[in-house]
C-alpha cells in the first residue's frame, strides 16, 4: 500500500495526451509521463485493501482481470509513494520483463481488479508502470546482464513478439543458449509491426532488443521457419523448440466483391506503414495509404482504433469504424457487470478522440453488418450494410439477425478488415504433424508441450489472440517448463 489515507486525500490524475491538433502531424506517442512527484502521490492512493485483487490475473466471464504477469503492485506503489524508485523497478522486473511495453499497451485489467476501484477511480496503475521503467532508463539503473555460467543446452524461439523475446530472456537468464528467428527483417513481432507508433515507438522496442542481445541472446531476423530453414531441421540442431509465433491467420469477410482493389487486412495496413516509416519516413510509397479517400473499418477492437489513428494520419477525407455489437452502455452496469469484472462501458480510445476532433464526431457505428462490397473496374466504391439486433439461436448463443429495410450503401475507397485472428499459419504444423485444439491454435496444454517431443508452444499461437501482457504470462510459463525439462529442475519463476 502507499500512504495509508492516500486514496481519501488525492484524486486520480493519469498520464496526459498530446493535444491532438499537434500528434496528427507526426508518428511520435500520444501519451506522456507524468513528473515524478505526482506519481508518488498517485502512488500514495494505493490503499490497504487487505486482499489485492490487482496482480494476479484471472479470467471471468467479461474478460481478464487484475495482472496476468502477477506484478507486484501494492509493493512498487508503496516503494514509489516513499521515493525508493529503483528499489520499485527491481520488485517490477521481478514478474515483467518487459514493463515499458505493457506499460504503453497494456489496457490494465489489474486496475479493474483494483478495490479502490469498487466505488472510486482506481488506482493509476499502468501510469505508475510505465513511471517507473522510463525513470529507470533515463537513470541507467536498466543494463545487460548476461547469466554468470551457461548450460550447453540450446533452444530455438520461433517468432519475435512478446511471448517470444519474454521465452528467450527467460531461458537466456537460466543459461541455455537462445537463438530467435524471425521472418521479418526487424525483431518485435506485434511489437515492431502491429502496434503503431504512436502507442508504442519503435526506438522503445529496439532498446530492449538490444539490451537481449547484450545478455547473450542470438536474433535472425529473415528467416521464416518451413521456408528459409525447415521446422525438423530446428529439432536437429537444437535441443528444444518454442513456437511463439502468434496467431498471425487474419479473420476474413467472404461477402460478395471481396475481391475488389481496396479492400485489405488490417496488419497489411498497419505493418505496411511502420516499416516503411521506419525505412523511409513514408517516402518509399511502399505502403497502402489512406490519403484522400472515404475509410470504412471493420471492427471495434485496438486493432480498429490503430486503423482509425492510422487513417486520419495520412489525411483520409474521412474514416469511419463499423462494429457489429451493440453500443455499450456508457456507465457500468454494476449488477449485470459487478467489480471486478472488466468493466463492460463503452471507452473513447486515442483513435476516436481524434476522430472527433477532425470530424466532429465518433466514427463508430454499432450494430452493423457488411453485406456487399460494390466496385466500378475492379476497384471498390462503396459498401452495402444492414443494422442488425442480436437475438438466441436453438442452441442458447446469441446471433446477429438482420433488421428488414436498414439496408445503407456507404461510399468508400479503403476498406481496412480488423476482425481479428484465428491462429497461427499452417506451415509449421504440417511439417511437425502438430495435434491443433479446436480453434486451430498448437494444442499444447499441459506443460506448453506440444504433440511433438522438444517442441513446445506459448503465446497466441498457443492460447489464441490476446493481450500484450497475457503474451509475456505465456512466455515466462514456457521457459519455465523448457529448463525443466531440460536440466530436470529450475529455479525459474
Not at 514509489?80 to 506499460?103: C, D, M, Q, S
Not at 475488389?260 to 498497419?270: C, N, S, T, Y
Not at 472527433?356 to 457488411?370: A, E, F, H, L
Not at 450503401?409 to 481479428?420: E, F, H, N, P, T
Amino acid at each position: 500500500m502507499g500512504k495509508p489515507t492516500g486514496f481519501l486525500e488525492y484524486k486520480r490524475v493519469s498520464n496526459p495526451t498530446r493535444p491532438v491538433g499537434e500528434r496528427l502531424k507526426d508518428w511520435n506517442e500520444v501519451y506522456v509521463l507524468r513528473d515524478k512527484e505526482t506519481c508518488e502521490t498517485q502512488g500514495a492512493r494505493c490503499m490497504d485493501c487487505g486482499v489485492p485483487f490487482c496482480h494476479r490475473g484471472e479470467l471471468l466471464p467479461t474478460g481478464a482481470t487484475g495482472c496476468p504477469v502477477y506484478n507486484l503492485i501494492p509493493e512498487w506503489n508503496d516503494l514509489i509513494y516513499k521515493g525508493r524508485w529503483k528499489e520499485a523497478l527491481e520488485r517490477l522486473h521481478h514478474t515483467n520483463n518487459f514493463p515499458e511495453f505493457t506499460g504503453r499497451v497494456c489496457p490494465a485489467p489489474c486496475e479493474a481488479g483494483c478495490v479502490l476501484g469498487i466505488n472510486e477511480p482506481a488506482v493509476t496503475i499502468h501510469d505508475n508502470e510505465r513511471t517507473i521503467i522510463d525513470n529507470g532508463f533515463k537513470k541507467g539503473w536498466v543494463f545487460p546482464e548476461p547469466p554468470e555460467s551457461r548450460t550447453g543446452k540450446t533452444v530455438a524461439v520461433v517468432g519475435s513478439g512478446p511471448a517470444g523475446l519474454a521465452c528467450a530472456a527467460q531461458l537466456n537468464k537460466a543459461g541455455h543458449t537462445v537463438t530467435v528467428f524471425e521472418r521479418d527483417d526487424r525483431i518485435g513481432g506485434l511489437l515492431m509491426y502491429g502496434i503503431p507508433n504512436m502507442k508504442l515507438e519503435k526506438a522503445v522496442v529496439q532498446r530492449r532488443v538490444d539490451l537481449l542481445a547484450a545478455e547473450g541472446i542470438v536474433f535472425k531476423t529473415n528467416t521464416e521457419i518451413g521456408k528459409d530453414i525447415s521446422s525438423k531441421k530446428l529439432l536437429k540442431d537444437f535441443n528444444a523448440v518454442v513456437l511463439a509465433t502468434g496467431a498471425t491467420k487474419p479473420r476474413d469477410l467472404q461477402v460478395e466483391g471481396r475481391e475488389l482493389e481496396g479492400v485489405h487486412f488490417a496488419m497489411e495496413f498497419l505493418a505496411a506503414n511502420t516499416k516503411s516509416l521506419l525505412d523511409s519516413k513514408l517516402e518509399d510509397g511502399n505502403y497502402i495509404s489512406a490519403k484522400d479517400k472515404h475509410v470504412i473499418v471493420i471492427g471495434g477492437g485496438d486493432t480498429g482504433t490503430d486503423c482509425v489513428g492510422t487513417s486520419l494520419r495520412h489525411g483520409c477525407k474521412n474514416v469511419t469504424q463499423l462494429e457489429i455489437l451493440s453500443k455499450p452502455p456508457k456507465e457500468r452496469n454494476n449488477e449485470a457487470n459487478p467489480w471486478p469484472e472488466w468493466p463492460g462501458n463503452q471507452k473513447i480510445d486515442y483513435g476516436q478522440n481524434e476522430a472527433i476532433y477532425v470530424q466532429g464526431k465518433d466514427p463508430r457505428v454499432y450494430s452493423v453488418m457488411t453485406t456487399k462490397f460494390e466496385g466500378e473496374e475492379g476497384k471498390l466504391k462503396a459498401i452495402h450494410t444492414v443494422e442488425v439486433e442480436w437475438v438466441k439461436n436453438e442452441n442458447g448463443g446469441m446471433m446477429p439477425k438482420a433488421i428488414p429495410g436498414t439496408e445503407k450503401r456507404i461510399k468508400a475507397d479503403l476498406v481496412l478488415l480488423a476482425m481479428g485472428f484465428l491462429g497461427p499459419e499452417d506451415t509449421i504444423a504440417e511439417e511437425l504433424e502438430l495435434d491443433l485444439d479446436r480453434r486451430s491454435n498448437f494444442k499444447a496444454e499441459s506443460q506448453y508441450k506440444t504433440s511433438m517431443k522438444r517442441v513446445f508452444a506459448a503465446g497466441d499461437a498457443r492460447r489464441g489472440q490476446s493481450l500484450v501482457v497475457w503474451a509475456i504470462n505465456e512466455g515466462r510459463a514456457a521457459a519455465r517448463e523448457v529448463d525443466l525439462y531440460l536440466m530436470g529442475d529450475t529455479v525459474l519463476p
